[in-house]
């Protein structure tokens, strides 16, 4: 959709002081000055600054242009540390939006090494916060999912187990991989209030549940405290 992109600074603007010509950096979804007081508490995409906002809310939005004027500079981007001509490159889009938003639901929902997570939905989103829940250290992480060929690669990332049924025989069989405990947190990436409360049941602790996608959320209050960040 180009509302996330990796580019390479061809100019920057007298009063940007981060990133200069030749840069490879990486923009968010978000449009954020990364100093008010909800950045600072790593809500990006509820930033304070009168510009800041959403890619698709710009008059001529777009990483799929050939170019792209960036707001905020200094807060929307990150630069990356390594070459632009990098192999890494297709790897690292994914920064823009879904490793970030499933990392964030990982580091929100407290994954640690003592912790057991269960992540809810075998898409990018879940399947990267897979990812980052290894990264964390978490003892144990059950992926809810049933596209085989995801799940597989769930594995690969770090999903310790996989269960394919879901509702009342899926929270099952979740208690049963976790001595009929629960684990201590989940992640779910599925983007529906239906999901996100019938993730309750399989949790030990309350309120440990993060929603990493809020964008069919009916519910505002959810919508702002389960937000990305890039
Ligand atoms: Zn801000």
Known sequence: MGHEFIGVVEDAGSEVTTVKRGDLVVAPFAISDNTCAFCREGLHTSCAHPQAGFWDGEPEEGGQAEAVRVPLADGTLVK???APDSALIPSLLTLSDVFGTGYHAAVAG????????????DG????????????????????????AARTDLGREFG?????????????????????????HAVLEAVGTMSILTASRPDIRTWPTARASRSSSSPDP??????????
Do not use: C, F, W, Y
Not at 110 to 121: D, H, L, Q
Not at 159 to 183: K, P, Y
């Open 80 to 82: 990356l540390p390594v």
């Open 110 to 121: 407290g994954v640690n090494e003592r912790t057991r997570v269960t992540v809810i939905g």
């Open 124 to 147: 990018a989103v879940g399947l990267l916060a897979v990812l980052s829940a290894k990264r964390l250290g978490a003892e144990q992480i059950i992926l809810m999912g049933r596209h």
């Open 159 to 183: 999903a310790t187990d996989v269960v394919s049924a879901r509702g009342e025989e899926g929270i099952a069989q979740v208690r049963e991989l976790t001595g009929g405990h629960g684990t």
């Open 221 to 230: 209050s959810v919508m702002r405290r389960s937000t990305h960040v890039p």
